[in-house]
């Protein structure tokens, strides 16, 4: 199971899908900071004051962490940058779920999707494959591989 799930093609296929849905949604929401601070508002854990030094850090957080896993740079440290926002994200839409809030995620600022089932999964889904990037940080196709050897 190992040999499979540590396959440097799996490996590189799954960085490249979780660092492509962060770099886009990060910049995304970066274009619409405006937009997004009022997204996190709806889910209403955030005090008010915060809600625009998260709209301006969090996005740029997104893309540094994707950028890290489709370059290959510091797999683990981009894994669980990405696992703990999906860890975080998975726990606002199990609360807007929980209170009924029919709001949109906050996820994407260019196409809105509403919280639930569906979203809880994919978090889910990126969440799990956060994790198999960091119990299988293969260095096969990666920058900081490239850069070791010379």
């Known amino acids: ?77 981009g894994s669980v940058i990405t696992g703990g926002m999906m860890l975080v994200f998975i726990i606002a839409i199990i609360w807007a779920i929980a209170m009924g809030l029919d709001i949109n995620c906050g996820c994407s ?11 809880l999964l994919e978090n889910t889904g990126l969440l799990l494959l956060s994790l198999l990037i960091y119990l299988f940080p293969e260095r096969k196709f990666t920058l900081e591989s490239f850069i070791v050897k010379q």
């Open 1 to 77: 199971m190992n040999k499979i799930l540590g396959n440097p093609i799996l490996i590189l296929i799954v960085r490249l899908i979780v660092g492509y849905i962060f770099i886009s949604y990060g910049i995304g929401k970066i274009a619409n900071a405006d937009k997004f601070a009022g997204e996190i508002a709806n889910y209403a854990l955030m005090p008010q004051f915060s809600l625009n030094i998260i709209a301006m850090t969090l996005p740029w957080i997104e893309v540094a962490a994707g950028f890290l896993l489709v370059f290959g740079i510091r797999l683990k440290s």
């Open 109 to 119: 600022s260019t196409t809105p999707q509403k919280v639930g089932l569906p979203k």
